[in-house]
Each structure stands twice: as structure tokens, then as C-alpha cells.
């Protein structure tokens, strides 16, 4: 089992170059699943509500992929290159409108949480930060509107 | 009829032992079509039996885990965690309180227990009785643990347990088993534990 460091000894030193690439392939991974749920999504929604739930996730494709391009970007920056082992899978089952948005939200949260979590891990490094906290606040909207649609 | 059947039924009149050993085989295959099936409808999948495993690891060691926690452990997404998370919520196998805390239901921690005892059964038998090395049993084990039947795991704890009572026959066995030769010299026709072909010559292609 991994070691997990204490917030004491996340926070007493900035983070080495090295762990800051680490943390942005773990993004750089949440945001290419992300981009390919969202196709399977978006393919996947059969019946009327396809009409007003399609153009939904596709844009959700279209902007997880540029975050993703933005996080490798910045791995680059710092001398890395951008790496990820992801599994995905998306069963061949048709989905209702709502059941797509909810699965949709799930997997925006989870990012959500993820740029939380990093934050917590590169506090100290000021760039980097501020990149992050962009991030929480465009998927927080993500968030919100996902929610809005399901108005559960 | 199937082609060769009629010359097979001729023999087994002159000789009952083949077409015996024909039938089994028919069986076997014939029950396998519906084993294999099985498979899928075990009550988790193999990720999903990780997921909790991670789950009860967690708590274990800190007192608690979140889903970046698990995702962490297992080196993966946390959208993928949440994915199989969902599942597992709605199979009754976890809650999540109000702080996003996980916690194995009765019925998880149930199902992790087990999993657990299963994991170090099949270990045990592999490298005790087997002789496999230990990392290698490991990952067998792991691969194995939700997938082997109580029954058969209760049938591993007796011979681990016969093993384990110092009986003269186990020495006698361990010893016997060490000695002997399992090569069948290439002719797997005579070879009780061989069928058409030798199964160990299939295993090192």
C-alpha cells in the first residue's frame, strides 16, 4: 500500500518538479476518460431527449479534450512528457437522456475533485496554483449546469 | 450423428473405458458452456472486488477513505473510481456519508471478508502445497480470490488443514511430491495426467 503523506507534509515544502508531473498526469488522465466517456455518452442516448442531450456532451467532448491538451501543455512546460494508462469501459447499452447527464455529472465531479485534490498536493508552487484553481472554477460551473439539467 | 461417431459407439462396445473418458469430456465441455457464463454473473467483477478491497484497506490504515484515496491505491482515474463506486451503491455494497467518506455496508464488508479469506486460501495452497513461489501465488491468488466457490474454499481450508496437522502421511507426501519425476519422457498416451497431448509441453509453448 502507498504511503499517504499527512497535510503537515503536503503543505512544509513545495513540491519537486518531478511530483508536479505526476499530479498533472493524473489530470491529464482524468480529462482524456473524461473526453472518451463523454463520446460514448453522447452516442449513446437514444430517444427523443437525444435531440437537447447530444449537443450537451458533445461540447462536454470538445472541452474536456482541450483541458486535456491544455494539462499536456503544461506538463511540456516543465521539461515532461505527457503520459497515462487509463481503462475505460463503456458498455453497448442505450441510455436515456437523464441517465447520460447523470453519468455525465459523475464523471465532472470526480474531476472536480480531482483538481481539489491536486491543489491540496502543490500548494507553494504559485503558477501552478493558479492554473488549478482556473480549472476548479470552470468545472464547478460544469458542475452546476449538469445539475441544473437533471433538477434533481 | 457427428462424423466418427458411429466408429466410436463400435468401440465402446468392445472397449467401455474410451468412450467412458469420451463422455466425461462431452459433459465436461457440455457443463463448461454454462460455467463460463457463470463467470459474468459473478456477484462483482474483479475491478469492483479491488474497489473494496482498497475501500477496507483504507479504513484499515487511516479510519477513512475517499474516493481520491482509492484512486490513488489503485492507480486510476477517479472517474473511473466513481463509475464502479456508483454501482457499488446501488448493489448495497457501500455508503458514502456526509463528508464523501466510504464505508463498506454489512453486506461489503461481508463480501470483502470473504474475498480476503479466499485470497489467502488459494496463496496457501499454491505455495505450501504447490510449491509455487511466493509472488507469483500472489498475483494467482489475486486473480482468483472473488471467483472460487465457498465450497471450494472450504474444501481448501480441510486440506490446508490436514497439511498443517503434522500427520506422519503429510511428511510422507510433501516428501514423495519433492521426489517425484513429474515428466511423462514424451509419451503422454501413458501418462495418467496427460490427455491427446502432454499438458505440460502445451504450457511451456
Known amino acids: 500500500m502507498h504511503r499517504r503523506e499527512s497535510d503537515e507534509e503536503q503543505s512544509s515544502a513545495p513540491p519537486t518538479s518531478e511530483e508536479v508531473i505526476a499530479e498533472l498526469n493524473r489530470l491529464f488522465a482524468e480529462e482524456i476518460e473524461a473526453a472518451v466517456r463523454y463520446l460514448h455518452l453522447a452516442n449513446a442516448v437514444r430517444g427523443l431527449e437525444r435531440l437537447s442531450v447530444e449537443p450537451v456532451l458533445k461540447a462536454g467532448f470538445q472541452e474536456t479534450i482541450q483541458h486535456a491538451e491544455i494539462i499536456a501543455r503544461k506538463i511540456r512546460s516543465l521539461g515532461g512528457v505527457p503520459q497515462t494508462d487509463i481503462q475505460v469501459s463503456c458498455p453497448a447499452e442505450p441510455l436515456t437522456g437523464r441517465d447520460a447527464i447523470r453519468q455525465a455529472l459523475t464523471v465532472e465531479e470526480a474531476a472536480l475533485e480531482a483538481y481539489h485534490d491536486v491543489l491540496r498536493r502543490v500548494s507553494g508552487d504559485v503558477s501552478l496554483d493558479e492554473f488549478v484553481r482556473a480549472q476548479i472554477a470552470i468545472e464547478s460551473e460544469h458542475v452546476a449546469e449538469l445539475r441544473e439539467l437533471l433538477a434533481e | ?205
Open chain 2, 1 to 205: 450423428m457427428q462424423p466418427g461417431a458411429a466408429a466410436l459407439h463400435s468401440q465402446a462396445r468392445t472397449n467401455p473405458e474410451p468412450w467412458r473418458i469420451i463422455q466425461e469430456e462431452r459433459n465436461f465441455w457440455g457443463r463448461d458452456v454454462d460455467v463460463w457464463k457463470e463467470f459474468d454473473h459473478n456477484i462483482i467483477t474483479h475491478s469492483a472486488a479491488h474497489h473494496l478491497m482498497s475501500i477496507d484497506d483504507l479504513i484499515g490504515t487511516h479510519g477513512y477513505a475517499r474516493v481520491s484515496d482509492v484512486a490513488r491505491e489503485l492507480n486510476i482515474t477517479r472517474g473511473s473510481v466513481s463509475i464502479t463506486l456508483k454501482s457499488l451503491k446501488e448493489a448495497g455494497l457501500i455508503n458514502q456519508d456526509e463528508n464523501r467518506h466510504l464505508r463498506l455496508s454489512e453486506a461489503g464488508q461481508r463480501l470483502v471478508d470473504q474475498i480476503k479469506a479466499k485470497r489467502l486460501l488459494v496463496k496457501r495452497l499454491f505455495t505450501e502445497v504447490l510449491g509455487v513461489d511466493g509472488a507469483q501465488a500472489e498475483i494467482d491468488a489475486c486473480k482468483m480470490e472473488h471467483l472460487v466457490s465457498s465450497e471450494t474454499a472450504r474444501h481448501i481450508i480441510s486440506l490446508l488443514k490436514f497439511i498443517d496437522s503434522n500427520a506422519p502421511a503429510v511428511a510422507q507426501f510433501r516428501d514423495a511430491l519433492r521426489a517425484f519425476d513429474p515428466s511423462c519422457a514424451g509419451q503422454p498416451q501413458t501418462c495418467a495426467a496427460c490427455e491427446s497431448s502432454c499438458l505440460a509441453e502445451s504450457l511451456s509453448k
